[in-house]
């Protein structure tokens, strides 16, 4: 069966970072686009960000860009999210996803994590 685990959340101030992986168990990573998502209280699954199977096309969301770096180890099977000058608005669960495409739609998505929480405060 596919399986993601995220880590790499938690509370970090204004202005931090955080790093954040995703780590395949039982498939190839390497085969799929992975997306990265957010989802706050009350608030649509978003997409952050995105990385195609060869790493040959990212995509960022305008909120998180110039701030956010995608990035793929396929010999570790596992995709990271660095997250720089995090901002209170960011705070959300964020969730990776397996894809044959970097569409931007949760639905296109074929498999989730279970989400790591990232909380940003003073």
């Known amino acids: 069966q596919l399986r993601f685990v995220e880590s790499g959340g938690g509370l970090v101030q204004p202005g931090g970072s955080l790093r954040l992986s995703c780590a395949a168990d039982?498939?190839?990573?390497?085969?799929?686009?992975i997306g990265w998502f957010r989802q706050a209280p009350g608030r649509e699954r978003a997409e952050v960000s995105c990385i195609s199977s060869g790493g040959g096309t990212i995509n960022y969301a305008h909120f998180v860009k110039g701030r956010f770096t995608i990035s793929r180890d396929n010999a570790k099977n596992t995709v990271y999210l660095q997250m720089n000058s995090l901002k209170p608005e960011d705070t959300a669960v964020y969730y990776c996803?397996?894809?044959?495409?970097?569409?931007?739609?949760?639905?296109?998505?074929?498999?989730w994590g279970q989400g790591t929480q990232v909380t940003v405060s003073s």
């Open positions: 039982g498939f190839t990573l390497a085969n799929y686009a």
């Open positions: 996803a397996a894809g044959g495409y970097c569409s931007g739609l949760p639905l296109e998505y074929d498999d």
